[in-house]
Nanobody, 118 residues
Framework: QVQLVESGGGLVQAGGSLRLSCAAS????????MGWFRQAPGKERAFVAA????????YYADSVKGRFTISRDNAKNMVYLQMNSLKPEDTAVYYC???????????WGQGTQVTVSS
């Protein structure tokens, strides 16, 4: 079965760093756009970052620009989100997802919790 599994979440103090990983299995995702989203309690899921198949194009939400970096390793079928200078408002469940075409993310992981304390 095709799966995405996130890991690397946890509890960190404001100003700290965390690196999230997304492992894909069941097939290669090297030709697809990969993205990270997050959802805080009571809020809708929001876009965080995306990266194209080659890694040459990246996109970020304004709220994370300059602090977060998305990257991918197609040989390992992995996508990463390096999060620096974390703020309490970054607290959310973080999900990785695949855009298989048409600008729609139709495959999602289970999510990993990130909690940033003051």
């Amino acid at each position: 079965q095709v799966q995405l599994v996130e890991s690397g979440g946890g509890l960190v103090q404001a100003g700290g760093s965390l690196r999230l990983s997304c492992a894909a299995s069941g097939r290669t995702f090297s030709s697809y756009v990969m993205g990270w989203f997050r959802q805080a309690p009571g809020k809708e899921r929001a876009f965080v970052a995306a990266i194209n198949w080659s890694g040459g194009n990246t996109y970020y939400a304004d709220s994370v620009k300059g602090r977060f970096t998305i990257s991918r390793d197609n040989a390992k079928n992995m996508v990463y989100l390096q999060m620096n200078s974390l703020k309490p408002e970054d607290t959310a469940v973080y999900y990785c997802a695949v855009d298989q075409g048409g600008g729609i993310y139709d495959l999602w992981g289970q999510g990993t919790q990130v909690t940033v304390s003051s």
